[in-house]
């Protein structure tokens, strides 16, 4: 009975391991779809200024969403050591008026880009399903992280190899 139990872990790990690598292997690069959209002060933002320039934490969320309100707070007090780590954010508020995101973000005072996705073109285009996301892109254009919650591990990855 022993031995048989050995050869069943044995054969599992096994599984495990080239199962894993397979996936580990057709893990694909996804460059960050280009867009332009309008920020609350009226003027146009193209992402493509950004690309190639330094690495991007995208947001996307609503006015509505409890989650997405703590999160803009919790992106606020993280943007000035954010700038410092090279890197900056755009947050996208998906599908609702301007007046909407204006008038929500009057009081909020967030120091970061708030862009409105008023027909959610920019937000299907990234595969945005449920708000919080956050999406995380490298310099060169690249979606590295895509989630419901701040991409930490990723994050400071990209800036321990950004600072060397």
Same mark, same amino acid.
């Given at each position: 009975?022993?031995?048989?139990?050995?050869?069943?872990?044995?054969?599992?790990?096994?599984?495990?391991?080239?199962?894993?690598?397979?996936?580990?292997?057709?893990? &694909? =690069?996804?460059?960050? *779809?280009?867009?332009? +959209?309008? !920020?609350?002060?009226?003027?146009?933002?193209?992402?493509?200024?950004?690309?190639?320039?330094?690495?991007?934490?995208?947001?996307?969320?609503?006015?509505?969403?409890?989650?997405?309100?703590?999160?803009?707070?919790?992106?606020?007090?993280?943007?000035?050591?954010?700038?410092?780590?090279?890197?900056?954010?755009?947050?996208?508020?998906?599908?609702?008026?301007?007046?909407?995101?204006?008038?929500?973000? &009057? =009081?909020?005072?967030? *120091?970061?880009?708030? +862009?409105? !996705?008023?027909?959610?073109?920019?937000?299907?285009?990234?595969?945005?399903?449920?708000?919080?996301?956050?999406?995380?892109?490298?310099?060169?254009?690249?979606?590295?992280?895509?989630?419901?919650?701040?991409?930490?591990?990723?994050?400071?990855?990209?800036?321990?190899?950004?600072?060397?």
């Amino acid at each position: 009975m022993k031995m048989y139990t050995k050869l069943l872990l044995v054969c599992v790990v096994g599984i495990f391991l080239s199962v894993s690598s397979v996936f580990a292997q057709e893990k &694909k =690069t996804v460059s960050a *779809p280009d867009f332009e +959209l309008q !920020d609350t002060h009226q003027d146009m933002v193209k992402f493509s200024d950004y690309k190639g320039e330094k690495p991007m934490i995208l947001f996307f969320w609503t006015t509505w969403c409890p989650y997405c309100q703590k999160q803009l707070t919790v992106l606020r007090d993280m943007y000035a050591g954010i700038k410092k780590d090279g890197f900056d954010a755009l947050a996208i508020d998906v599908g609702e008026s301007a007046d909407t995101v204006i008038n929500f973000t &009057k =009081t909020r005072f967030l *120091p970061y880009r708030v +862009l409105m !996705d008023k027909d959610t073109s920019v937000s299907r285009s990234y595969e945005v399903v449920g708000v919080p996301t956050y999406i995380l892109v490298d310099k060169k254009g690249d979606i590295v992280f895509q989630d419901n919650f701040f991409p930490q591990a990723e994050y400071k990855e990209i800036v321990e190899k950004e600072n060397g």
